[in-house]
C-alpha cells in the first residue's frame, strides 16, 4: 500500500544543481520521519538528511551539510532535495525513505524505500 516515487535525477557538472522530489501515498503515522539515502556499487546505504514529518526538524550528513536542504509540503506527502554545489562524489543513487529509523538516518527493515533515482556528477 506504501508507495514512494522519486523524481528529478540526471547527470549534472560538478558545481550545478538537481532538485529531488519524493511523491509519498499510504503512509500512517507511524512513519515519523522521511529522508533520503544513496548508495554507490560496493558501499553500504547511507542517510543524506531526514525531516518530522510532524514538526519539519531536519538533519543532514556532514558531508552535505551547507549545500543540500530537505523540505516537505504542507500535506507532509511530498519530499524535496535541493541539491546545490553538486560533487563527484555526490554520485549514487539517491532513494527515498520513510519510517522510524529514518529519524536516525538509519537503514532498516522496517524503513519503506522508493525506487531509487540515479544522479551523476561529472
Known amino acids: 500500500q506504501v508507495q514512494l516515487v522519486e523524481s528529478g535525477g540526471g547527470l549534472v557538472q560538478p558545481g550545478g544543481s538537481l532538485r529531488l522530489s519524493c511523491a509519498a501515498s499510504g503512509l500512517t503515522s507511524n512513519a515519523y520521519c522521511m529522508g533520503w539515502f544513496r548508495q554507490v556499487p560496493g558501499k553500504e546505504r547511507e542517510g543524506v538528511a531526514r525531516?518530522?514529518?510532524?514538526?519539519?526538524?531536519?538533519d543532514y550528513a556532514d558531508s552535505v551539510k551547507g549545500r543540500f536542504t530537505i523540505s516537505q509540503d504542507n500535506a507532509k506527502n511530498t519530499l524535496s532535495l535541493q541539491m546545490n554545489g553538486l560533487e563527484p562524489e555526490d554520485t549514487a543513487m539517491y532513494y527515498c525513505?520513510?519510517?522510524?529509523?529514518?529519524?536516525?538516518?538509519?537503514?532498516?527493515?522496517?524503513?519503506?524505500w522508493g525506487q531509487g533515482t540515479q544522479v551523476t556528477v561529472s
Open positions: 525531516i518530522y514529518r510532524s514538526g519539519g526538524y531536519t
Open positions: 525513505a520513510a519510517g522510524l529509523f529514518v529519524c536516525m538516518m538509519r537503514t532498516h527493515q522496517t524503513n519503506y
